[in-house]
């Protein structure tokens, strides 16, 4: 115990402490006022960097895994850097060359696939992209247990290469949606070297294609951010626009429009909930509609909700709904409002069919009595917070209320709980974001008895007599079958869709080029456009 | 001192113990696992089966504890079912940005809030600010402190920036500059705690006979509030301190989020929302050792300003 002496000097060392404390955040804040320029940037991308050097891309969701076979098409932001795809579709919906210089269908049935690769193409690592390293990345995409490639790929019964360049695909099925399956939107013919194929712990967190860039793993923290710099075999050169590119994972939409106003990020996906934000921000907004959103009436059989087996009924939910206030309401802008499987743009899209299902309550409940339901009934929908789906149902909702129809919304904060019990066969309507592409990729989850979204296995004959002549029909011939498919799903009434979601882009003045997404691309430009306004 | 710690280290291996295996219990219940996060909305019932085949996910739930007991026990969490990265590599690689947040928070926390609660206690006026302060710091959503402040601050004034994290390997300058937001943000709801209780704690020891008894004795008021009455109000304080560094370690789920700080709330986020169950339980095993760490670290302090703690 020490003396008065000594306890006088103890608390004052104890009060200097604190104050000193308080001392150094002050000064930790001053330091950083005075040091810290305009476009501030703490990310370990290189803060001192021009836009003209660098830029920052931010999307919200990281891939577990850089590996394009076992990825998704959502993670495209971040893969696209590093692999050009093999077609690309353009803001009309038309293809040009990627990495093939040829392509298409070898005589009739929509049964032989084939392309023509670019001539002198190298992977990052230096080793030559020719038909037989595309065999190889196509069979390892094919083989594998997980992630879309195994699904864009799986009507591809062999693969043989006839010239050095030249790659002819022998499909087990017609499948006519192989051109659109290789272009940017799904990223089926994102190519990987043979040597990444021979060592794949290494694409994990690393990059192995043909693409202006190239990941620099020791600047890059996974689920962060993922630093890419140009790849030097890359054979483009006009198309590298940046020295460097950072694509930052920021997961809460308010804080990545926050990123570009301070200048952080100069191009990013953008989110439904902020697209006023930034539009108000003065940044450029590009939304084209993509997801086929509103409700899925799934139980088309009446197994578990009897109602819902009769098309009457269906029929009604459609009239029942005011399509364009909602699509006003929730995203600012009546012209997103859809009631057909087909956006503007695409080849099934029919002008007409926008007319079936006007806004009609007295004709939904004379539709629900005919029906036997004069007094409505309970519908339960399974949905999620996630994609702003919770309140687009619950808007539906409060519409189908005035026609007698309770919906009773079971929301999963997770998307593996609201995907499980959506597949489960217990919950009769779900709520639905169904990215529409083309009516081959609509077949795929939505029609297939075997897909996601048809869990009660409905199969209706007209529509699989339609689809067989789709499969097999020419791209000339392709879009009128696709019209009279539209046409045939919006009869049955086997969704209460209500807006084509957006998929949407922000750019800052410095950046341009994100302007090519379009509904006929299905919303995804391509990323590598990227590059400074001036 | 020692033995009070040895004793806290090995009361450490059961609560382990007990934390992995209630997590592991609690995510086998959730809808869903790592197959269907891996598979993708268009896998089919084939491809989730062979996934969960490759991964042993079909395995009896006891035989997956075990296994990952095992491995645990030699010092190996396993792979992410996702990313097949290194648990231990992905935790330690986001340690650090964690407990910067963390300590930095509560190391501002507990100096604003000891020295305003302190300062209260003598003015009886600003006891009542105190007061209505904590209240308005514990409802204030830290989210929506974390964004006004990116706007006033990064936004508007632009001399901070308004996310990311920069490791202090990279200059301590930039590191500070990217934690000062998030340090206010996660600091003001425990600030409020912290002033208030040591506010009450400090008022309550100047209410003492001793305290009169120094009064009496000529002790200077300055000697008599930081010497003998913050020493004797510590006990609380402390305990408050200790408990709002483990409430910092679920507030970083939010504020990392916020800030796009990749520490370990936000891994514990993925990882719960795809089932990467080797990654759940890495990430309750390192916050358990946190928790752990930071209740020794308590200890120890309250026998530094409590023999009997030491003596017992």
Redesign the interface.
């Known amino acids: 115990m020490t003396g008065?002496t000594g306890?006088?000097r103890?608390?004052h060392g104890?009060?200097r402490t604190?104050t000193v404390?308080?001392g150094v955040?002050a000064a930790?804040?001053a330091?950083?006022?005075c040091?810290?320029?305009?476009k501030?940037?703490?990310?370990?991308a290189g803060?001192s960097d021009k836009v003209g050097d660098s830029v920052t891309f931010g999307t919200a969701a990281?891939p577990?895994?850089l590996n394009p076979a076992?990825g998704?098409p959502a993670y495209g932001a971040v893969l696209q850097w590093a692999y050009d795809p093999l077609v690309v579709m353009n803001a009309d919906g038309k293809f040009e060359p990627g990495l093939a210089s040829k392509w298409g269908y070898v005589g009739e049935g929509n049964q032989t696939y084939e392309f023509t690769l670019r001539d002198g193409l190298k992977f990052s690592d230096g080793s030559p992209l020719d038909a037989a390293a595309a065999k190889a990345s196509l069979e390892y995409g094919k083989a594998q247990?997980?992630?879309?490639a195994?699904?864009l790929l799986a009507s591809i019964a062999s693969i043989e290469t006839p010239g050095p360049l030249t790659v002819r695909l022998k499909l087990s099925r017609p499948d006519p949606t192989m051109t659109f399956n290789f272009a940017q939107a799904f990223g089926g013919g994102y190519l990987v070297s043979p040597k990444a194929i021979a060592n794949p712990?290494s694409l994990?967190?690393g990059t192995a294609g043909v693409g202006p860039y190239m990941l620099d793993a020791a600047k890059s923290?996974?689920?962060?951010?993922y630093v890419f710099v140009q790849n030097p075999n890359y054979w483009n050169k006009d198309r590298q626009h940046f020295k460097t590119v950072t694509v930052?994972?920021?997961?809460?939409p308010?804080?990545m429009v926050?990123?570009m106003?301070?200048?952080?990020v100069q191009a990013a996906l953008g989110d439904p909930t902020t697209l006023a934000a930034a539009r108000n921000a003065g940044l450029t907004v590009i939304a084209p509609p993509q997801a086929m959103s509103g409700i899925n009436l799934m139980d088309r059989g009446g197994k578990v909700s009897k109602p819902l087996g009769d098309q009457r009924v269906r029929q009604a939910l459609n009239f029942a709904v005011d399509r364009k206030t909602i699509a006003k309401a929730l995203y600012g802008d009546e012209k997103l409002a859809l009631s057909q499987f087909a956006l503007d743009g695409q080849g099934g899209y029919d002008a007409s069919l926008n007319d079936k299902y006007p806004h009609d309550v007295n004709k939904a409940k004379a539709l629900l009595k005919e029906a036997g339901y004069p007094n409505g009934f309970t519908l339960p929908v399974v949905s999620t917070p996630l994609y702003g789906l919770d309140k687009l149902v619950t808007a539906i909702g409060g519409q189908l209320a005035e026609v007698g129809v309770k919906v009773q919304v079971q929301s999963?904060p997770?998307?593996?709980?609201y995907?499980?019990?959506m597949v489960s066969g217990k919950v009769p309507a779900a709520a639905l974001a169904y990215g529409l592409a083309n009516m081959g990729s609509l077949y795929?989850?939505y029609v297939n008895t075997?897909?996601?979204f048809n869990p009660f296995k409905v199969s209706d004959p007209q529509l699989d007599e339609l689809y067989k002549q789709y499969f097999l029909a020419s791209e000339a011939d392709g879009p009128a079958i696709e019209k009279q498919i539209n046409a045939r799903l919006v009869d049955l009434g086997w969704a209460l869709q209500v807006v084509g979601a957006p998929l949407s882009y922000y750019q800052d003045k410095s950046v341009t080029g994100l302007e090519t997404a379009t509904s006929a691309n299905a919303g995804v430009p391509l990323l590598t456009d990227l590059r400074l306004a001036s | 001192m020692f033995r009070l710690v040895l004793r806290r280290l090995a009361w450490s291996i059961p609560l382990l113990f007990v934390a992995s295996l209630v997590s592991f219990v609690f995510v086998a219940f959730l809808p869903g696992d790592a197959a269907s996060a891996l598979g993708g909305a268009n896998a089919t019932a084939e491809q989730l089966a062979a996934i969960r085949q490759e991964l042993g996910l079909n395995r009896p739930l006891w035989d997956q504890y075990w296994q990952w007991l095992s491995s645990a026990l030699h010092g190996d969490l396993g792979s992410s079912l996702l990313s097949h990265q290194s648990v231990t590599s992905l935790l330690n690689q986001r340690l650090e940005p964690s407990l910067s947040l963390i300590a930095g928070a509560v190391l501002l926390a507990g100096s604003v809030g000891i020295a305003l609660g302190v300062r209260a206690a003598l003015r009886g006026r600003l006891g009542k600010v105190v007061d209505a302060g904590s209240i308005v710091g514990l409802a204030v959503p830290d989210f929506w402190l974390g964004l006004v402040l990116i706007l006033v601050f990064a936004v508007h004034l632009s001399i901070l920036p308004p996310t990311g994290y920069s490791p202090l390997v990279d200059g301590p300058g930039a590191w500070m500059q990217s934690l000062v937001l998030p340090w206010i943000t996660l600091a003001v709801p425990a600030t409020a705690i912290i002033a208030k209780q040591t506010r009450d704690a400090v008022a309550s020891a100047l209410d003492r006979p001793f305290v009169r008894t120094l009064r009496a004795a000529g002790v200077s008021e300055r000697s008599i509030v930081y010497r003998h009455a913050l020493k004797n109000a510590a006990i609380p304080i402390l305990t408050v301190v200790g408990l709002m560094f483990v409430g910092a370690l679920s507030g970083t789920v939010v504020v990392e989020s916020v800030f796009a700080i990749p520490g370990l709330g936000s891994t514990a986020v993925q990882a719960t929302s795809s089932n990467d169950l080797p990654l759940i339980q890495g990430t309750v095993v390192y916050f358990t050792l946190i928790v752990v760490v930071i209740n020794i670290f308590v200890d120890v302090a309250y026998g530094y300003f409590n023999p009997k703690v030491r003596l017992a």
């Open positions: 008065p306890a006088a103890s608390s104890r009060r604190a404390l308080i955040l930790a804040v330091a950083a006022g040091s810290s320029s305009n501030t940037d703490a990310s370990t803060s990281p577990p895994s076992t998704d247990k997980s992630g879309t195994p699904t712990k994990d967190f923290v996974a689920s962060d951010h930052k994972v920021i997961s809460n308010s804080s926050q990123a106003q301070a200048g952080q999963k997770d998307v593996n709980g995907f499980t019990t795929a989850g075997a897909g996601p």
